[in-house]
């Protein structure tokens, strides 16, 4: 990884660890999101209309990082 710092040696690392961990947050929540709205899509539950609702609502945090 030549060029980049890591999130221990940079100056501000803690910040940028708690940047990665929020991403990662983001990341799995939205993942699980995808999930479980396949699941209730399939099974016919309204459940996926209201995933679907927010996934989209939100999709702006899965598609800037």
């Known amino acids: 990884m030549k060029g980049y710092k890591s999130a221990e040696a940079s100056s501000s690392g803690s910040s940028l660890w708690a940047e ?5 947050d983001i990341k799995f929540t939205y993942v699980v999101a995808c999930q479980q709205y396949s699941i209730h899509k399939r099974s016919g539950d ?18 800037n990082y």
């Open 20 to 24: 990665c961990q929020a991403l990662a």
């Open 46 to 63: 309204q459940r996926a209309k209201d995933i679907l609702t927010l996934m989209t609502t939100y999709a702006f945090f899965h598609h």
